[in-house]
């Protein structure tokens, strides 16, 4: 595996950010993927909204957030950033869990849509773990989902943060709907999944399908079953 954080001389360093959305609600998980980083020399970073300052060209990004990561594309881009499950694919030590076939339906993320990368990686993660992964009709580039990320009004914060990208997202991708036609859209959303469990890789996927009472689990908790 490839070490990345440079030391001294070295000019590039690769870096995680964490997601306080993440953090918040999966903190043991978190906890756990942050030493495992740690230990193979990543630097672990605080809100992606104010660590771009320590960012230099050439750096590499990992993300397990898509609003991380679509603000680090805007604010950084002469970084790399790519997802953290790419970042691990690449350890052939990495303690994965057996799940034994386990059959789990995948939700693509609308922020994600235009990343292949990150999205195969997601369901190589999958395979490693021996779980099959089950395809809706919109998947991959095709998604429209994003909880109720993209039916609500841009905040303030995302417009501050990344002006281009949210200015954009407000006007072309953004349709605004009540609390109860939320509701409607993330029950029918939970209905497109046939399996017990869904994947998730997003923050807001997450708890868009919590809402539609389905039964998300996100990635990152499955990955570190063992560490």
Known sequence: MQKYCRGE?????????????FKKAH????????????????????????????LKEGD????????CAIITNELSPNTQEKSVYEFILEDDDFPWKDFHGEEISV???WK???KASAQNAVRKCLEKMNIKAVEIEENF?????????????????????????????????????????????MNEQVARHKTDRTLVYC?????????????????????SARL
């Open 9 to 21: 001389g070295s000019d590039v360093m690769i870096y995680y950010f964490p997601s306080c959305n």
């Open 27 to 54: 903190a043991d998980v978190s906890e756990k993927i942050c030493a495992y980083l740690t230990a193979k020399n990543v630097k672990i970073l605080g809100c992606c909204r104010v660590s771009q300052d320590l």
């Open 60 to 67: 590499t990004i990992l993300t397990n957030c898509t609003n």
């Open 107 to 109: 939700q693509d993320c």
């Open 112 to 114: 994600s849509r235009k």
């Open 141 to 185: 580039e095709k998604t429209k989902f994003c909880g109720i990320w993209n039916l609500s009004e841009v905040t303030p914060l995302n417009m501050k943060t990344a002006p281009r990208l949210f200015k954009e997202i407000g006007e072309k991708y953004t349709t605004v709907l009540s609390e109860e036609e939320k509701l409607k859209k």
């Open 203 to 223: 923050n807001t996927c997450e708890s868009g399908l919590k809402l539609g009472e389905g039964k998300p689990v996100h990635l990152a908790e499955l990955i």
